[in-house]
């Protein structure tokens, strides 16, 4: 059985652009960095408002339990200093434009 895909939609905080652009190596660095509970962020970006500006960001991360990826984005810096004003974790099943580094049967790196 493939490990299971969650999808991360957190809201800015409004009037916080400031911690987003002080921030964003560091949360960058974060997503990238081998996480201990065996979280992968596997698709991800920042959401734009109708002018482009950031704010928000939508992760993918593939994870052993929803718990395991409500404690990665907590633990994300963007978190820990105050960005989001929501954040919504769900399990959610790829669908679509498999990313090439997983394997089409059992959604493992390849």
């Keep these: 059985m493939p490990t299971p895909h969650f999808a991360i939609f957190a809201t800015d905080r409004p009037g916080c652009a400031a911690i987003r652009d002080r921030l964003r190596e560091i949360h960058r660095v974060y997503i990238r960095t081998p996480d201990p509970d065996g979280v992968v962020a596997v698709l991800g970006g920042p959401t734009l408002d109708a002018d482009g500006r950031m704010n928000g960001t939508l992760l993918v991360v ?3 339990t929803l718990a395991a990826a409500r404690r990665f984005i907590e633990a994300d810096p963007y978190s820990r200093n105050g960005l989001f004003e929501n954040v919504e974790v769900r ?13 089409s049967a059992t959604g493992a790196p390849a």
Excluded at 91 to 103: E, I, N, V, Y
């Design 62 to 64: 593939r994870a052993p």
């Design 91 to 103: 399990a959610w099943r790829w669908g679509l434009g498999l990313p090439t580094d997983l394997d």
